[in-house]
């Protein structure tokens, strides 16, 4: 099942444009006006460019009419000057002619009247002349220098000075062709100006030409940029997204796969397909989570059935009357009954009478409203009764369910205790077992210091008393010796003092005491001995020692009924074993042993002739601890069954059952070794314990790492 | 001058009861009790013992404090301890500054033939330095490199007995500890035990550690050991007597126990020479290591020296018998194990004549006792047992 949608891969996939972030959110927005705007500042500029090429080109046209009319104006003013200084230069060949023949024939006063009055033409033009040419400042001065000249020189002339008049008249002629050539110099200027201006403005008609065509190239790339802008950017993906939108709308349930592409949406219609995407997605988790919680709820269904049946504790609903309405198979294999024949049956059938009557009283009280002792009061232990009628511990907790019409049902959970009740047994005798190992060593030391002194005191007393008993018989040995008289007194003290009893007695009591002191010293010894730490480190020991320590500490309990006989081979090598485990299972098994002779021999114990025969062998591989009894043997029919968990034959209080499968799991389980038996009913019993010499989980022996030696 | 030896025990009726029983030797010694180990070592800076027997749990000064201080102070003189129980954590200490530990309720007999015995052992040696330094051992010294492999194992985070067993077994100064400890009641165990096994029934792997890693049953070896060959001779030559001397017992198919006692008896035999030569390197810093080796040395040869340490240490009665007498076993009459030490004697014999090539096996066998043990014409078979290594 696809667990949160959103650490799926799609979503990581698409963002939505809130997950993008902020700066991707301008950037988007800013694109396709940036485009645009870019386009039509370009088409602005390219425009602007051409209508300044426009004015330009005007402005320059204007310029150059301009100055063609000035051209103009001044070749006008030119050949008017032209015109009037030729009129000037006629009328002085004609003054200067008449004035050089001889005699003078003085030309009438219109020639000098000539030569004045387009000299005084010519100098109205000369302010205009000056305006457009250097040249014309020139002219003026000449002008001025020789306007008067002639005038003079006909003075000269008239007055019969023919020579300074000559002189004269040569002077004007001077300034007459400084001017003419000045005159020509200006015209040749404006000539030249006036080509210029003629092929200037006509380069500047040609650019004016090509005006219409930039303008239109600009004006239409612009158009078709906008277009294009337009199209791809909106048209293009508006389409796309349309039809998408339309597909989808047609498929709700599979939205996902409508995905619109997008090169990464940094534009306003890529932030509309990052919503719409977004969208799309959010409907198909919509509807994918709808689906999924249906298919959850048909799975829960199933599921909760599967674990309703597959809890090791029973389940057993009931009604008001105690009458089953549900079960799973824990209560019908906890109990003992087939499906079929559960349904029939009540809640009370599965308990004991007393119980069971308790179990519907608590029922009513609840349904009345009063307080239940046991409805929706915890866990609480009571016994149960099997399909066979055997009685076992359970645990039942009874919890009430509020049906929709009103009426309640119980839930009741059963567990089966008994193994836990007996793991606890074992626990509290393995607690014993602590207890005894921490206390031993304490008593033992308790013990051991007076039992020193007691030891030595009577030691020494026995030494003592010999002293004294030797010094008795030697004077036993020199009464014979002695007078009558000192003979009796003699007599009389030892009869007195009942020193005969003592001669007999002390001996035996010392030696008696002193055999009771030794065994005070090997019962603590075997206490400390027995009381092994309670890890499961596996650990060498002396096995003969471990098992004499153990027939030691349990001789109470078989003392009155067998002898123990220990038949141990005394070459035995150190044996690896979990030394508290394994002395427990000896234990057991004598106590077992004790047990079957017990049974036999009933009311008359008959010590002397049944015996416990513990030997002990070894091989290069394992070790082999045999425990026989002459005891009452196993029936055959139970021989298969005595290592199993709770099976007991004896009478209650006297077997929990566990002993032998405790045994038999130290054994096999943490020793890797076997316990197997033999009986013959009536005769005896042997458990046979085989421990590998190689333990399983103590470290293979391996080679030492490096060596110097 | 008798030997003198002091009793200390809180209790009075101890010390009245084996006043008592010790009568039999009040003549042979003179005999002094405390009932602390304040009163003890005034007694003791009054006028020096030769032994002490302490008890352990004392008002005053307990029986931990009073032999660490007498070890200071009076180095010369036997430490036991007499107690019949001791917390755990006095164990550690104990076992630097007291060479044996008599459990109550212990029998006078015992103690008496205890003290006797070592004091006999001490009267072989000659030098006053030596016996001296003998008995201020706490422990001797270990090859570095097997040091260093066991501490390694110990210190991992699953240390194993059996690896553990296997470095400790090479090591001549270790095995002689473990059998101190093993021999005497620090660990409630108590008996002639010959068979390292048992040290992880007395002591579990836990324990080992905390007293091999706090250096109480082992110093820090000197790296200098490492290079030394007379160390290096002595040490080949003991590690092959012992594998000889298995191979043997393995070969007469002896019981397993066996093994392990051939084994310590052959790794052990020449423990006195570690000692001499110990002393030597502390009294003048250098080792005349000529003649170390030489068991005919007539005074304080390294037989002596292992067995006045093999007996203060309280060391299994085969294995000492072996240390005594390995060189001239026809003359062994204290009634140890004849055939185990006729095994350590042969094995001896082939490790000696590897090391010197001039030598032959002969030249160290003494014929006679083995004719007298009736295994002369095992001999042959024996040298093709050993010749397998």
Known sequence: MDSDPFSGSSASRLKSPDQLGPSFRKKAVLKTRTKLLG????MFLGLFYSTMIIVNQTRASTKSIESQSQIMANQAVLSNAISCFGAVKFWFAVLDNGLRQTPVKLPDQ???????????RFGDYLKSLEAFSHRGTDIENNYNQMRDLPRVAMKDYISGNAAKGKQTMDKAYDKISAIDQDLAEIAYNINQDSSQLSAHAFSESERFRKFPFLFLIFGIAGILMINAVIFFNIFKPMENIIS???????????????????????????????ALNSLLLQVHEGFRRAEDAEQQSTAAARQLDAIFNSVADGLITVNTEGEIVAFNKSACSIFGYDRQVIRSKK??????????????????????????????????????VRSDGSEFPIELSVTSVQREDGHPVFVNVIRDIAYRKDLERQLVQAQKMEALGSLSSGIAHEINTPTQYVRDNLKFLNDAFQAYDGFYKDIIDVKAGLPAPAQESIDKITVNQDIGFFHDEAPQALEQSLEGVGRIIEIVGAIRGFSYPATEDVVYIDLNEALKNTVIVSRNQWKPFTEIHMEFDKSLPPVPCIPGKLTQVILNLIVNATHAIEEKTGDTPDPDNNAITISTSATQKKVTIRVADTGSGIAKENMSKIFNPFFTTKEVGKGTGQGLSISYDIVVKKHGGSLSVESEPGKGTTFTIELPMEVANAKPMQKPRKSTV | MKPSVLFVDDNENILQGLRRNLRSVHREWDMRFATNGAEALKLMDETPVDVVVSDIRMPVKDGVALLTEARQRHGQSIRLVLSGQCDEKDIAPLLEVSHQYLAKPMDTEVIIATIKSILEAQCHLQDAGLKKFITGLASLPSLPSLYADITTELRGARPSAQMVEQFLLRDISLVAKIFQILNSSYFGVNGDINTVSFIWEAL??????????????????????????????????????ARIARLIAKAEDLPKKAYDKVWVAGLLHAIGAVALYEYQREKSGTVDSAGLLDAARPADSYVDAGMFLAVLWGLPHDIRHVIRWHAAPEKADDGGDKNVLAIVHVARAFALAREDSAKAEEDYLHIDFLEQMGVSEKLARWKTVADTI
């Not at chain 1, 386009?39 to 370009?42: E, G, N, R, V």
């Not at chain 1, 020639?111 to 387009?118: L, Q």
């Not at chain 1, 009283?361 to 002792?373: A, E, T, W």
């Not at chain 2, 000197?222 to 160390?231: A, C, H, S």
Request: glycine share 10%; proline share 4%.
């Open chain 1, 39 to 42: 386009i039509f500042i370009l």
């Open chain 1, 110 to 120: 219109s020639a000098e009247h000539g030569v004045k009055c387009n000299l005084n």
């Open chain 1, 244 to 274: 998408t939108m339309v597909d989808a709308s047609q498929n709700p349930h599979h939205t996902e796969n409508y995905i619109i592409k997008h090169d990464g949406g940094a534009d306003e219609v890529g932030e509309v397909i990052l």
């Open chain 1, 347 to 384: 809640i009370g059938d599965f308990l004991q009478p007393n119980t069971a009557i308790q179990y519907m009283q608590d029922l009513q009280d609840f349904i009345n409203g009063g307080v239940s002792n046991s409805v929706d009061a915890g866990p609480q232990e009571i016994t149960g």
């Open chain 2, 204 to 241: 579990g792997i836990e324990r080992m550690k905390a007293l091999m890693l706090g250096g109480h049953i082992a110093l820090q070896p000197d790296k200098t050991l490492e290079n030394d060959p007379f160390i290096a001779e002595l040490w080949n030559m003991s590690l092959m007597t």
